[in-house]
């Protein structure tokens, strides 16, 4: 149990690049969702999306080269839609679509068979010739995270961040110097859909399999967690929440219980935190009606 | 030409006209005071000039441009500024960031003109006194501090036309005197004020020109000394003076 407590060889290697991996999709979805306080719940949608079209192609051609301008193609035109539907819809019907355009993707995927093998998923998945090996992958994804991390806090200190952040906490008074809400918007979607696109590149790979059990609400549960424990906005914060998570999260696995305990005990315990550190940041999460 | 023109502006709000045939033009460097009781619609025609209500009629123009259905940011590009009554600061980011935030949103020709940006958000803050709390949470300020911060970066944003709703609001008979003197500050530079303002000596001291509203109507425009002793004005603050 110790040896799985303090991870080492291919257990850390595996969680380092969990831990990478989903940190790039989060800090796209925190400029979103954090930053922006924009209530998109539609992360995952952008993932199905990008992530099918990616290795749908993949398998149909073999060639990452048609693959990934497709895959980013499809995280744009859903980054696109998003942002279209956030400025014409109140935050609380846009939580409510986002919701929707989710489970839309998810049953086009899981009833589209010819095309997406519906819940068989997309076995074999090849990797990049030069990720072939797991400590190549992990060690291209953590490069990959870790500029996207600077990136990110690049973002959160510049005009754009902080014109997003007044925009979240007063559009009016936003509007009034002059900050222009759509094109914040659009650069703050195609940031969490190039977020998907990347983990989704990487993840599968790791896998070797597609399946559509890995875009299910569950994640954009982790999601949102993960960013409200690590303070909405803050690159650093949500990072190292990210880091903290999926290290409780895996190292759950040592503990001596049932595997179909464990599963339920998780689920439990991560709706503790999120309760908590909702609870925590009660005041701050959402921006509070101010009149004029 | 006058600098702005506003020509038979109404505005019909779930059924209710809150704006009734609203005609007023003004000039370039006047300070022209908006007077009159709660629920006239006053913020409501300033929210229609600045863009974030849409008027049922009539039509708005910046010099010689309709900027009738152009969006509030558009508008704020093109020179309105706006004061809110309720402290239109952004209580989340510090106060050099509320200053920089307004910088940044100016078009990059003006942004240009600023020349060093930082040394600008250090002079914005020094004009009004709070450069001591200039890595403050805006939201830790009084609420007088917060009028000032609002005013003086709306002022620095380089706007030609400035709508100050209710800018003496909360705010302490010294800060008062600071409001006034930054108002005649903006006047010296030519700029062009709109304000409202429920303080009658107050308005009387800085305007050029004062405009009464009530129930959505313009009723009474003229100079402060010519409206104060107008028995229309006393009607609406006051009621009929029933003796007479």
Known sequence: ?292 | MPLLSVSHLSLTLNAQQILKNVTFSVDQGEVVGLIGPNGSGKTTLFNVLSGFLKPTDGSIHLRDADITSVSPAQRAKLGIGRVFQNFGIFREMTLEENVLVALEALPKEQRMLLGNIKDVVKGTLDMVGLSQHAKKKAGSLSGGQMRLLEIARTLKSGKELFLLDEPTAGVSPKMTKQVAELIAELKKEGKTVLIIEHDLPFISQICDRVMVLDLGEVVLNGKPKEIKHDKKLQEIYFGADPTA
Not at chain 1, 96 to 112: P, S
Not at chain 1, 117 to 123: E, F, V, W
Not at chain 1, 136 to 141: C, N, R, W, Y
Not at chain 1, 167 to 182: D, F, Q, S
């Open chain 1, 1 to 292: 149990m110790l040896s799985c407590l303090l991870p080492t060889g291919n257990y850390a290697l595996h969680l380092l690049a969990i831990t990478s991996m989903t940190m790039v999709h989060v800090l796209g979805y925190n400029v979103i969702f954090g930053k922006g306080k924009i209530l998109h719940f539609g992360p995952i949608a952008v993932s199905l999306a990008s992530g099918y079209g990616t290795f749908v192609t993949l398998t149909w051609t073999g060639s990452y080269l048609l693959a990934v301008p497709i895959g980013i193609a499809m995280a744009v035109l859903l980054s696109l839609l998003f942002t279209w539907l956030s400025l014409r819809l109140e935050p609380d019907g846009l939580g409510i679509l986002t919701i929707a355009m989710h489970q839309i993707v998810l049953t086009v995927v899981l009833n589209w068979t010819p095309v997406t093998r519906g819940a068989l998923g997309l076995p074999q998945i090849p990797r990049m010739p030069w990720l072939q090996s797991n400590v190549a992958l992990t060690s291209a994804v953590v490069l990959v995270a870790t500029a996207w991390f600077f990136l990110m806090l690049l973002f959160e200190r510049s005009t754009y961040g902080r014109q997003l952040q007044a925009l979240a906490e007063h559009e009016w008074y936003a509007k009034a110097l002059g900050i222009n809400r759509p094109r914040l918007y659009l650069i703050a979607f195609l940031i969490g859909g190039i977020g998907a696109f990347i983990t989704n590149l990487f993840y599968h790979q790791y896998l070797y399999l597609v399946h559509p059990s890995d875009f299910l609400f569950p994640v954009l549960i982790f999601y949102v967690m993960i960013i409200v424990a690590g303070k909405p906005g803050s690159t650093m914060g949500v990072a190292l929440s990210t880091i903290l998570l999926i290290f409780l999260r895996e190292e759950l696995r040592c503990l001596p219980i049932a595997a179909s305990v464990l599963g339920p005990l998780r689920m439990m315990l991560f709706g503790i935190i999120l309760l908590a550190a909702v609870w925590y940041r009660r005041d701050s999460l959402f921006p509070k009606k101010r009149t004029i």
